[in-house]
């Protein structure tokens, strides 16, 4: 008995309609699903970083408002940390290592920066996206950027995500929004 069947010209038709498309379509939505993965570090330390900014100025507003000697509303800009791109030798994404070993480690010591003490911000824990606190003015009022910068696709062109805060009369002000310059880069 032969095991064997001919495939017919009508099956071969519902797999190039039906199977492949179908096919093509869930990688895309698995890509998109994967990426918005990759991203869900951004809000969680830009909030951090925002609301430490936040807390420290009206700390210093607060001071300021009581005392002659004023006190700086912000930190000064800190560098963009970690120095080490998450990006292994052979142009692929792979999360920055604190404290790690191989071509993406760094040391928890560039976290120490005299503004990322300020605002008491330190990643502990692995992460694709590198973290910068910007000394800025918006609108002419002394302000801030908290930033996050990432090249998950490795070929040196990097997206950035960022929330800004600045001074408004005896407080500080921002919105929630995250912005974005090149996302998906």
Known sequence: MNMLKKISLSEIVVF????LPGGALGYFYYSKYEQAGRLSEVPHYLK?????????????????LKHENKRP????????????????RKGQSQKCIPNGKG?????LLEWHDESWKQLGIKIVDPHLF?????????QGKPGFKALAQGDLDCDGVSSQY????????????????????????
């Open 130 to 138: 590198r973290y910068r606190f910007v000394k800025t003015t918006i």
């Open 103 to 107: 071509y993406t480690a760094y040391s």
């Open 162 to 185: 960022y929330r800004t805060g600045h001074k408004q009369g005896n407080r500080i002000v921002g919105s929630g929004e995250i912005f974005s310059e090149k996302p998906g880069e």
């Open 48 to 64: 951090n970083i925002h609301q430490s900014a936040t807390v420290f100025a009206d700390r210093n507003l607060k001071y300021n």
């Open 16 to 19: 190039l309609l039906v199977l």
């Open 73 to 88: 509303l912000f930190p000064q800009s800190s560098p963009l940390t970690p120095s080490v791109k998450c990006c292994t």
